[in-house]
């Protein structure tokens, strides 16, 4: 029999905070934040270039964002040299997808979080030229990370939006998820990548997409779900 999922109406941010906080991934990005931030402020060695840096990566993620979401989240599993290819972010996110209001399924899977983290770690040391340039790094990428993650959980609440950059990211994301999900790929910006990349239509002009809560209907199964 399935259980009753809670309700969820009438939630303020203080209660979206505090479930928030009860999840693993929020306190590592924190913890890695806040570790990046003591770590530069330790080095020192100020440049001009730890201005520019940070400028630099927020003007570039949110196409990065754009294209994590369209080719890797939403991975079609296919048969590559006899070898079924289906990576684990994809299929959860396939999960997530089939029921977005299962709490553990918004939040990044660990195993990726950790790879991330090694992958940001490498590029701050190995390809930044710079120690406290590449700690730069590391503090930009870890407060996106916290901010990607309190994004795509709050617009999954049923916290209502009060100003027009969250209006409208809390919009374009329910329409990814229940009108069409071959559209509105953006979760951190109000769709600066969409517009540019041809992913942003006027809903009115989209049909409803049958398999926006089974990706790739067809083609693989969604295993069943347990509720949060």
């Known amino acids: 029999m399935t259980r009753p999922r809670p309700e969820r109406r009438g939630v303020t941010l203080a209660d979206a905070a505090r479930e928030f906080w009860r999840h693993p991934t929020p306190w590592l990005l924190s913890a890695a ?7 530069r402020v330790v080095v020192g060695d100020w440049q001009k270039s730890d201005a520019l840096l940070p400028l630099i990566v927020l003007a570039v993620f949110p196409f990065v964002e754009w294209v994590i979401h369209v080719f890797v989240l939403h991975w079609r599993p296919r048969r590559i040299a006899g070898v079924t290819v289906d990576p684990m972010l994809a299929r959860k996110h396939r999960e997530h997808h089939a029921d977005p209001r299962i709490t553990r399924l918004i939040f990044i899977p660990l195993q990726s979080l950790f790879g991330a983290l ?13 120690t406290g340039l590449g700690l730069t790094f590391l503090v930009v990428v870890a407060a996106i990370g916290v901010v990607y993650e309190w994004s795509h959980y709050l617009v999954h609440t049923d916290y209502k939006p009060k100003t027009w950059f969250y209006r409208t990211m809390y919009r374009n994301h329910r ?11 953006a979760v ?18 989209v049909p409803t997409s049958p398999t926006a809560k089974n990706l790739h209907a067809g083609v693989v199964k969604t295993p069943a779900r347990q509720a949060s």
């Open 118 to 130: 090694g992958a940001a770690l490498v590029t701050a040391f190995l390809i930044i030229p710079r």
């Open 33 to 39: 934040l806040v570790s990046s931030v003591i770590a």
């Open 188 to 205: 951190t910006t109000p769709g600066l990548a969409d517009r540019a990349l041809g992913t942003y239509p006027d809903p009115q002009s």
């Open 175 to 185: 329409l990814h998820h229940f009108k069409n999900e071959h559209y509105w790929f």
